[in-house]
């Protein structure tokens, strides 16, 4: 996929950015070409390799026609799940490293449906947090509204 300067993208660990500048590097004796990304969040800027943006899962945010399937996906309450903890935890975290926003959806849910039922481990809170922050800045670009709004859509929807 061909991206622009001043694009909004979804970097899959980081969730939305914003593509800043281009720059050439040399390696080894070889110009490579990098897109360079600001986060939404902290103070954080990643350079991707414009060869590499496919492997690493860079892509355009979800359309607006996606986000309520993303909110209905949220509502849902039968979840199952595996009721051990290292395989659930295992099982969020290949969620999350795939960089699909509906698998970051699910681990978002699942994790705020068990915080109410019964608690969380530390791990499974900053999970939590970690990836209720990528949905949340992914949402706020595809529904063109602030974090805070898009936030509240969010537990609006899980508390539903």
Known sequence: MKFELGDRVIYPHHGAAE???????????????????????????????????????????IDTDDVEDLFELLAKKDVREPANWSRRFKNHQEKLKSGDIY??????????LRENAKGLSAGEKSMLEKSRQILVSELSISMDVTEDEARQQVELRLAG
């Open 19 to 61: 593509i800043t500048a281009r720059e050439e590097r040399d390696e080894f004796g070889e110009a490579r070409e990098y897109l360079v990304l600001k986060t939404a969040h902290g103070d954080l800027t990643v350079k991707v390799p414009t060869d590499m943006v496919d492997e690493v899962g860079m892509r355009p945010p």
């Open 103 to 112: 698998q970051v959806a699910e681990v978002v849910r699942n994790l705020a």
